[in-house]
T-cell receptor, first 115, second 116 residues
């Protein structure tokens, strides 16, 4: 069964460093998302991406964050200068179409720890 | 803005018994979709079931079914014949049908324990 894959599964970084989280969405999916889950809290939307541009972003997604689809398969989330409060589980997700009838499938997540 | 509320932080059930997880939501939209996601200890988010707001019939997926009360804005998940593998965090989520490709809005989650 096709799945969304994320790498790495766990990333530890020093405060102030840049990190790139990587995702390979399901191959025929056209819409991509990043969500964040701080430990013990709800899952929060960060950004959606379609046709090589951001479709929607939340108030969390400030100038420290950026997304990119550098090639035909990868979808990345970059945090330019990490802060302690960026420590969280980051989920990549994808859906087949823009139509809300299409389900959203999640990757297994990347646990980011900022020290 | 839409909100999703899960008022049960924790629930427990005996193996083979039935449990119901509650979810309420608030929206002014008439076209939307509701979901239950399961998050086991591995932390991956797994889709359990979805419900279209325009459908009166409650969705079912094997042992999982929902009780969708549109007027009350309630969307509960019933798990029948609970199994040890059902133990997980369960999130209720809302997605607009009026804004294409819109975000999922999640509730706070309910931690389900299944006792042998």
């Amino acid at each position: 069964e096709p799945e969304v894959t994320q790498t790495p599964s766990h990333q530890v970084t020093q405060m102030g460093q840049e990190v790139i989280l990587r995702c390979v969405p399901i191959s025929n999916h056209l819409y991509f998302y990043w969500y964040r889950q701080i430990l013990g809290q709800k899952v929060e939307f960060l950004v959606s991406f379609y046709n090589n541009e951001i479709s929607e972003k939340s108030e969390i997604f400030d100038d420290q964050f950026s997304v990119e689809r550098p090639d035909g398969s990868n979808f990345t989330l970059k945090i330019r200068s990490t802060k302690l409060e960026d420590s969280a589980m980051y989920f990549c997700a994808s859906s087949e179409s823009w139509d809300s009838r299409s389900n959203t499938f999640f990757g297994q997540g990347t646990r980011l720890t900022v020290v | 803005a839409q909100t999703v509320t899960q008022s049960q932080p924790e629930m427990s059930v005996q193996e083979a018994e039935t449990v119901t997880l509650s979810c309420t939501y608030d929206t002014s939209e008439s076209d939307y979709y509701l979901f239950w996601y399961k998050q086991p200890p591995s932390r991956q988010m797994i889709l359990v079931i979805r419900q279209e707001a325009y459908k009166q019939q409650n969705a079912t997926e094997n042992r999982f079914s929902v009780n969708f009360q549109k007027a009350a804005k309630s969307f509960s998940l019933k798990i029948s014949d609970s199994q040890l593998g059902d133990a997980a965090m369960y999130f209720c989520a809302y997605r607009s049908g009026e804004t294409s490709g819109s975000r999922l809005t999640f509730g706070e989650g309910t931690q389900l324990t299944v006792n042998p």
